[in-house]
């Protein structure tokens, strides 16, 4: 069974960089796309972007210019960066195996407060 | 404000039947399949259905998907207590170039 664990700082400063990493385990990684996810407090879910094995991205043009993904299958994991946070990036940021479009493993999710 | 317009709220009681909407356009359902997610509150989503009407194993033959121009709908049937959650509806928009999503629907059962 595929499970999915996202990890990161839980708190970052408004102007910094957010990293998260979404480990991967049950199943491998290769021959997949994956996506990202956020979600705030109360909200409804935004689509972030996916990630196919070979690197190759889908971003959400509405976060294009800040966000950045990638792989690393020797250790069966996925990255995210946000550059240049605010208070609108405050969320719980969920990763998902994509089958294009139907995210059918999601992590558990992981909650990313930016505040000074 | 959301790209896809579902109800924010439906209820029922236990054994009936529940209808859910999700309304887009031409750009995204009119011209994409569309999935459904519950979500527990707390929790992370559990797909429902894919491609519209496909139900990936392990989901109750109680949920059931289906679309019509520029709108869809999740219909869940013999309704139990453990159906009450959060139900997004997501689609492919062309013209976005993004996946989008409803708001989001809270499921009570009464």
């Known amino acids: 069974q595929v499970q999915l664990q996202e990890s990161g700082p839980g708190l970052v400063k408004p102007s910094e960089t957010l990293s998260l990493t979404c480990t991967v385990s049950?199943?491998?990684?290769?021959?997949?796309?994956w996506s990202w996810f956020r979600q705030p407090a109360g909200k409804g879910l935004e689509w972030i972007g996916r990630?196919?094995?070979?690197?190759?991205?889908n971003y959400n043009p509405s976060l294009r210019s800040r966000v950045t993904f990638s792989v690393d299958k020797s250790n069966n994991e996925l990255s995210l960066t946000l550059t240049s946070v605010t208070a609108a990036d405050t969320a719980v940021y969920y990763c998902?195996?994509?089958?294009?479009?139907?995210?059918?493993?999601w992590g558990q999710g992981t909650l990313v407060t930016v505040s000074s | 404000q959301s790209v896809l317009t579902q109800p924010p709220s439906a209820s029922g009681t236990p054994g009936q039947r529940v209808t859910i909407s999700c309304s887009g356009g031409?750009?995204?359902?009119?011209?994409?399949?569309v999935n459904w997610y519950q979500q527990i509150p707390g929790t992370a989503p559990k797909i429902l259905i894919y491609?519209?009407?496909e139900r990936p194993s392990g989901v109750p033959d109680r949920f059931s998907g289906s679309t019509s121009g520029t709108s869809a709908s999740l219909a869940i049937s013999g309704l139990q207590s453990e159906d009450e959650a959060d139900y997004y509806c997501?689609?492919?928009?062309?013209?976005?170039?993004?996946?989008?999503f409803g708001g989001g629907t809270t499921l009570t059962v009464l």
């Open positions: 990630i196919y094995t070979n690197g190759r991205t």
């Open positions: 997501a689609a492919w928009d062309a013209s976005l170039n993004t996946w989008v």
């Open positions: 049950g199943g491998s990684i290769s021959s997949y796309y």
């Open positions: 998902a195996r994509d089958l294009l479009g139907a995210w059918d493993h």
């Open positions: 031409s750009s995204n359902i009119g011209s994409n399949t």
């Open positions: 491609r519209s009407n």
